[in-house]
């Protein structure tokens, strides 16, 4: 156990210090804040795992936050419960959506009666259908709550008005002075080079940084 935790310390960037020693993580049960009597160890504790990220979305909330977050509409769930190999197990579920397709690759739609169990499961399938969806909800023009005001910018619109709306709406805070830097230089570089057509270079940069950030696990985890 001691070697599990030392590895665990060294791939959370808190080596240096020894979890069985007074200050160092105690007993593997002890809640975070716990000091045990007469240790002398500090209130903190020192072990990331501690205070997360650590649970994974379920399905219907990556995409009921994704339709929040970006005003695409998804579909409707379907309530009906369609059998397996019915049209609606391998599409939309109410044939008016995507969201019953992404959802059940996702780790959702446990309550049907198809027998598949709620997974937390991250693999090639996951990560490519969470892509899917953010591109589909991030690209959808006709969506626009990732920008200021659910309009599209003005002509008069910054980069950084565009990067502190979308990280307070899906972080719930303003971005830290490295990444607003990282986030400027991207739309430096997309705003030279658009990557999408019909819209401005503003809309474009920022439907990528919407996409870029929702696909981070400070957003899926919790």
Same mark, same amino acid.
């Given at each position: 156990?001691?070697?599990?935790?030392?590895?665990?310390?060294?791939?959370?960037?808190?080596?240096?210090?020894?979890?069985?020693?007074?200050?160092?993580?105690?007993?593997?049960?002890?809640?975070?804040? /716990?000091?045990?009597?007469?240790?002398?160890?500090?209130?903190?504790?020192?072990?990331?795992?501690?205070?997360?990220?650590?649970?994974?979305?379920?399905?219907?909330?990556?995409?009921?936050?994704?339709?929040?977050?970006?005003?695409?509409?998804?579909?409707?769930?379907?309530?009906?419960?369609?059998?397996?190999?019915?049209? %609606?197990?391998?599409?939309?579920?109410?044939?008016?959506?995507?969201? /019953?397709?992404?959802?059940?690759?996702?780790?959702?739609?446990?309550?049907?009666?198809?027998?598949?169990?709620?997974?937390?499961?991250?693999?090639?399938?996951?990560?490519?259908?969470?892509?899917? %969806?953010?591109?589909?909800?991030?690209?959808?023009?006709?969506?626009?709550?990732?920008?200021?005001?659910? %309009?599209?910018?003005?002509?008069?619109?910054?980069?950084?008005?565009?990067?502190?709306?979308?990280?307070?709406?899906?972080?719930?805070?303003?971005?830290?002075?490295?990444?607003?830097?990282?986030?400027?230089? /991207?739309?430096?570089?997309?705003?030279?080079?658009?990557?999408?057509?019909?819209?401005?270079?503003?809309?474009?940069?920022?439907?990528?940084?919407?996409?870029?950030?929702?696909?981070?696990?400070?957003?899926?985890? /919790?």
């Amino acid at each position: 156990m001691k070697t599990l935790v030392l590895i665990t310390l060294v791939l959370a960037g808190c080596s240096g210090l020894d979890p069985m020693s007074p200050g160092g993580g105690g007993g593997d049960d002890d809640p975070p804040g /716990y000091t045990p009597p007469g240790s002398g160890a500090p209130k903190d504790r020192t072990l990331a795992f501690y205070y997360g990220p650590m649970k994974l979305m379920p399905g219907e909330s990556i995409l009921y936050s994704l339709e929040a977050l970006t005003g695409h509409d998804f579909g409707s769930w379907d309530w009906t419960a369609p059998e397996p190999g019915s049209q %609606a197990f391998n599409d939309a579920g109410n044939g008016a959506g995507t969201f /019953y397709r992404h959802c059940r690759i996702l780790g959702g739609c446990m309550e049907h009666r198809i027998p598949l169990g709620r997974s937390s499961f991250v693999g090639t399938a996951f990560v490519l259908e969470l892509e899917r %969806a953010v591109v589909e909800a991030c690209n959808d023009r006709a969506a626009l709550a990732m920008f200021p005001g659910a %309009a599209r910018p003005s002509a008069t619109a910054q980069p950084i008005d565009v990067i502190q709306h979308q990280y307070v709406a899906i972080f719930g805070e303003p971005p830290a002075e490295v990444d607003l830097e990282a986030s400027l230089a /991207y739309f430096d570089a997309h705003m030279r080079a658009p990557e999408l057509t019909g819209v401005s270079a503003l809309e474009s940069a920022g439907r990528g940084h919407c996409r870029a950030l929702l696909t981070t696990n400070r957003f899926l985890f /919790y």
